[in-house]
């Protein structure tokens, strides 16, 4: 079965948008404790991108920034 690009392109913009809400509260959990740890990796996906890692005694979260808009 093939799955055309412009359906792929639909789908990862609905599952971004619905994963940012989601995406900003874990955000807020995360700086709002006392304590946390934050560190930052270089992971290749497509290209060099940047992780941060962040993470409490109850979340982890990791972002990620690409490395051309990471200066």
Do not use: W
Request: aromatic letters at 8%; proline letters at 1%.
């Amino acid at each position: 079965m093939k799955i055309g690009s412009a359906i792929i392109i639909r789908t990862e913009k609905e599952c971004f948008q619905n994963l940012e809400k989601f995406e900003n509260l874990i955000m807020d959990k995360l700086i709002t404790p006392l304590v946390i740890h934050c560190d930052e990796t270089k992971m290749k996906i497509e290209k060099l991108d940047i992780g941060h890692l962040t993470s409490n005694d109850k979340y982890n979260g990791i972002f990620f920034i690409q490395k051309e808009n990471f200066k």
